[in-house]
């Protein structure tokens, strides 16, 4: 079972990264996919999430209109689009496999997002 995530990088203030994180090893889709990120000396915290089944991503207040969240089922892959990013985005940048009740039961390796002013 594994959640891998990648494609984060060293990127300037107002640039764009996709990351992705790709599910294997079981069926995960009874859960709810999200993506969380911790930035140095800061407690994880969640940016968003979404589920397999094709309902509207939701995100917290500080990801609205800058990040979207996808999902292809056919890839068991989850991705999160960042754009107009800002040097507060750099953090390790986390996907989870959640229940419904909340349990973050599985964790991507994470990847770090640099974000140079």
């Known amino acids: 079972v594994q959640l891998q995530a990648s494609g984060g990088g060293l990127i300037e203030a107002g640039g764009s990264v996709t990351l992705s994180c790709v599910a294997s090893g079981r069926s995960f889709s009874s859960y709810v996919m999200g993506w969380f990120r911790q930035a140095p000396g800061k407690e994880r915290e969640l940016v968003g999430s979404i589920t397999w089944t094709g309902g509207d991503a939701v995100y917290r207040d500080f990801a609205k209109g800058r990040f979207t969240i996808s999902a292809d089922n056919a890839k068991n892959t989850v991705y999160l689009q960042m754009n107009s990013l800002k040097p507060e985005d750099t953090a390790v940048y986390y996907c989870?496999?959640?229940?419904?009740?909340?349990?973050?039961?599985?964790w991507g390796q994470g990847t770090q997002v640099t974000v140079s002013s």
């Open positions: 989870a496999a959640s229940t419904i009740a909340g349990r973050h039961e599985f």
